[in-house]
């Protein structure tokens, strides 16, 4: 058999961690892969409950449906302490952090401008999908959960307190 018909074989990869920096990097992306979607779901989640609580005090709560309010003050009380926080950092102040709060939740449910509610109601979503996208950044690794992938111990073993 000549050299022309001896079939070429690719060199063997030799050195030290050669395979084990392919899985290091393949797991570091699905890890950042996976972090990416807890932030981008915290964020969607976040930013729903505004838009939730709108249509719900403009739209929906009537006379006859009065027990929906408790669905939006369920939205205000998930909100207002994200809200404060988040103002608390440029204004400096706790008071006039959770006045600044209060305001634009009160402003967005209460005011009969529509422009004016809705401007409320847009920075509201914003602000909400920021700090939910910083919040649930700040852990290593993303939440587990059964719902999300965790293991068989229904992610018991493996689940990140929420600060």
């Given at each position: ?79 207002a302490p994200s809200l404060a926080e988040w103002a608390e950092g440029w204004c400096r102040s706790r008071i006039k952090a959770w006045a600044f709060a209060v305001l634009l939740e009160g402003v967005m449910l209460a005011s009969a401008i529509q422009a004016l509610s809705l401007t409320g109601l847009m920075l509201l ?39």
């Amino acid at each position: 058999m000549s050299a022309i018909d001896t079939p070429m074989r690719k060199p063997a990869q030799r050195g030290p961690g050669t395979g084990k920096r392919r899985s290091f990097i393949a797991s570091r992306t699905a890890s950042t892969w996976q972090r990416a979607a807890h932030r981008s779901l915290a964020a969607i989640a976040a930013g729903f409950l505004p838009v939730a609580a709108y249509v719900l005090a403009h739209v929906e709560i009537t006379a006859e449906k009065p027990l929906l309010w408790a669905l939006v003050g369920a939205s205000l009380i998930y909100s207002a302490p994200s809200l404060a926080e988040w103002a608390e950092g440029w204004c400096r102040s706790r008071i006039k952090a959770w006045a600044f709060a209060v305001l634009l939740e009160g402003v967005m449910l209460a005011s009969a401008i529509q422009a004016l509610s809705l401007t409320g109601l847009m920075l509201l979503v914003i602000v909400n999908a920021a700090f939910a996208w910083r919040q649930a950044g700040e852990n290593k690794e993303p939440h587990r959960s059964r719902v999300l992938g965790g293991d068989a111990s229904g992610g018991a073993s493996d689940v990140l307190p929420m600060e």
